[in-house]
């Protein structure tokens, strides 16, 4: 059970501080760069991130599950079902809003920046933002039963 917990506390931990970054650091930079450099390196981001992103969510999903069923028999496993059903909860809504736009970002060449492809990007921030705020309140539940 303890491989169990430090496994998903580094999985979901580092996800979410990935996550984190792109929404506090990596985005307010892009938004400084010109409009060429911009796209240039939303793109890039795009690509690399919408490839690793679905399994590394997955991976969580699971491991959150799994945590869950280790502790079916325990009072706590309600907050490990809330936590597991916000992480399933964003997993649909990053496939019904975000993914979509990221895969309009990934396509754009930077030599089309547009005015449309911003507000595609901001529009994605805006929804990024909000999902990290799910993924800290699934990953502070499932700390809290586990600590």
Known sequence: ????????????GLMI???LAVSAFVNPILWKL????????????AVKLGTV???WYGLGL???????????????????SVASGIWAAIIVLTLLFLVPINNQLAR??????????QQDHRKWDTLHRLRVLALTASMVLFL???L
Not at 34 to 45: E, K, L, N, V
Not at 108 to 117: D, L, N
């Open 17 to 19: 501080g990935t996550e």
């Open 62 to 80: 699971l491991l959150l599950l799994a945590e869950t069923f280790a502790m079916r028999h325990d009072p706590e496993v309600v907050l490990l």
């Open 53 to 55: 992103m679905p399994f």
């Open 1 to 12: 059970m303890l491989i169990l917990n430090i496994v998903t506390t580094v999985c979901i």
């Open 108 to 117: 754009f060449e930077p030599g089309s920046a547009t005015q449309r492809a």
């Open 144 to 146: 809290v039963v586990v």
């Open 34 to 45: 010109d409009d060429h450099a911009q796209m240039h390196a939303i793109r890039m981001f």
